[in-house]
């Protein structure tokens, strides 16, 4: 699954690419459910308007169109946005990281291909999970992932308002409690874990055991690794890479994910990795204390 860095940056790097763009086609390859939307709808409110802005919500992207209707795009697993460029310096592509970001396109991977004035925008999936979906603007909150999705990480949640979102699942543990997405939006299984470190909690941590303090500098710290990996261009972690088919770079600095055997920066004990609510899962055991009561 990509996570929501990656798909923050795949947001940036299209809003400087494709905005005030016409598209003058649209169409799915060999996977109808890959393009959600009737036919007629398609060509009326697609096929000649102007793309205006490029939003995230969670892990979705959402291509704003001059019409008031919007795409909304999910990756899933395996899928890819890549824009072909007439220009080739303005090439860009994010997603699963397959030949398909610098190849020939479109490939046997491309479900939809989107026309544009200066180029063309391939949505590519591999195992055909993701879609695109057709919606007018004022209906997005139809798509039952984006009404219940939790608050935006980036664009500043208040703490008090995190911990009520935490205290709904107070009985559960603390990680699998952050990869809930109506509490927090887009937190995945990297920023979970580099978070749970930098605050210093254990993830196995009952959430109504987690104090107020303890919550804020979670809040923080996963606001904090998200920016860091945002800076670097996003993760590598296997699904991703970035720009032009160069994987971001996030993963060499993070501190635990996938660093099991390796010393903590911080004390200099082995980390480990355990499986939680069925995630891989890493974490210093001397920093990160284990609860005593529940
Ligand atoms: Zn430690």
């Known amino acids: 699954m990509p996570e929501l ?3 923050e940056v795949l947001k940036r790097g299209l809003n400087e690419l494709i905005v005030n763009q016409t598209v003058k086609a649209i169409s799915s390859i060999n996977s109808p459910r890959s393009l959600i939307g ?3 709808d398609i060509n009326r409110f697609v096929v000649g308007a102007k793309i ?19 795409l909304v795009v999910h990756l899933k697993m ?8 007439d220009d080739e310096q303005k090439n860009f592509g994010a ?8 190849g020939q396109l479109p490939d046997r991977s491309s479900r939809v291909v989107i026309v544009l004035e200066k180029g063309t925008l391939f949505f590519n999936d591999q ?3 993701g879609w695109i979906r057709l919606i007018h603007k004022n209906l997005l909150e139809d798509i039952k992932l984006y009404r219940t999705m939790g608050p935006e990480p980036l664009e500043g949640i208040p703490k008090n308002q995190f911990s009520a979102n935490l205290s709904r699942r107070a009985n559960l543990k603390i990680k699998p409690a952050l990869l809930d997405q109506t509490v927090i939006a887009g937190v995945g299984n990297i920023y979970a874990d580099e978070s749970l470190w930098m605050a ?8 109504k055991n987690v104090p107020a303090a303890s919550r804020g500098l ?32 996030y993963l060499k600095f993070a501190k635990v994910f996938r660093r099991e055997g390796l010393l903590c920066p911080r004390c200099g004990s082995e980390i480990i990795k355990i499986k939680l609510a069925g995630r891989g899962t890493h974490f210093c055991p001397v920093c990160q204390k284990e609860e005593q009561s529940s």
Not at 52 to 70: D, H, P, Q, V
Not at 78 to 85: D, E, K, N
Not at 95 to 102: D, I, R
Not at 200 to 207: E, K
Request: aromatic share 6%.
């Open 5 to 7: 860095p990656e798909v």
């Open 38 to 40: 009737s036919l007629s």
């Open 52 to 70: 205006t802005e490029i939003n995230r919500r969670g892990k979705m992207i959402i291509i704003n169109l001059s019409s008031g209707y919007c």
């Open 78 to 85: 395996t899928g890819q946005l890549v824009y072909r460029s």
């Open 95 to 102: 997603g699963h990281p397959t030949n398909s970001l610098v």
């Open 127 to 129: 195992r055909k999970f």
């Open 200 to 207: 210093q909690i254990h993830p196995s941590t009952r959430v």
């Open 218 to 249: 979670l809040l923080d710290s996963i606001v904090d690794s998200m920016n860091t990996s945002i800076n670097f261009g996003g993760s590598t972690d296997r699904n991703y890479v970035n720009a032009k088919g160069q994987g971001g770079s």
